[in-house]
């Protein structure tokens, strides 16, 4: 197979929450978009730095008193997330971090505050997608949706005056059981360049 440097990725990621999740199927169907923006959900806005996925199986090998060498290997947990850096402080992002706290918004604020719950606190789960557009096809895009995720660090809100104050969000994946199995975790796709 010969080098092809027009398939190397260059280019920044968009990033919804609240996106309406694709059709379930083997294969399922794509999320759908137009130019990168999905036909549902919120922007979390502005961001800095990679936004990273991650998709990762655990593997065990299996050892065996005859051989020096793993005879073979077995799945324990497969696992996805997506970690970006925000820089926008909009109500959507900041619930993402703030996750399972009271909210309240209206035209004269964004409110978040929690603490000592009567009972245990129910866990924020939505569907997120990633969209980034292809360097040299710039119609077609790579698209990551982690069907049902939760945020996973809570927030830190620096202060300074001499540069952005940023927040880390983690969103971990959770399985969608309404979904076919062997399609409950993730989709990524890599439109074909022209």
């Known amino acids: ?12 990621a968009r990033i919804w929450t609240g996106v309406n999740t694709p059709t379930t199927g083997t294969p399922p169907f794509l999320l759908t978009h137009t130019d990168g923006v999905p036909s549902s959900g919120t922007e979390v806005g502005y961001t800095t730095g990679p936004a990273v996925f991650t998709y ?54 964004d409110l978040f505050y929690g603490g000592d719950a009567t009972a245990m606190s129910s866990v924020y789960t939505t569907c997120v997608a990633l969209t980034s557009r292809r360097r040299l096809s710039p119609s077609k895009f790579e698209v ?48 074909s360049a022209v």
């Open 1 to 12: 197979m010969p080098q092809t440097p027009s398939q190397i990725q260059i280019g920044a």
């Open 56 to 109: 990762k199986q655990t593997k065990v090998p299996i050892l065996a008193e005859q051989s020096l060498n793993p005879v073979d290997v077995y799945v324990t947990t497969e696992e996805g997330s997506l970690v970006f850096e925000a820089m926008e402080r909009t109500y959507t992002t900041l619930k993402l971090a703030f996750d399972n706290v009271n909210t309240a918004t209206d035209a004269g604020k």
């Open 144 to 191: 990551v949706v982690l069907y049902r995720a939760y945020s996973v660090d809570g927030i830190q809100l620096a202060y300074t005056r001499t540069k952005e104050s940023t927040y880390k969000v983690t969103m971990s994946a959770l399985i969608d059981t309404n979904r076919v199995v062997g399609d409950r975790l993730f989709q990524f796709y890599r439109e």
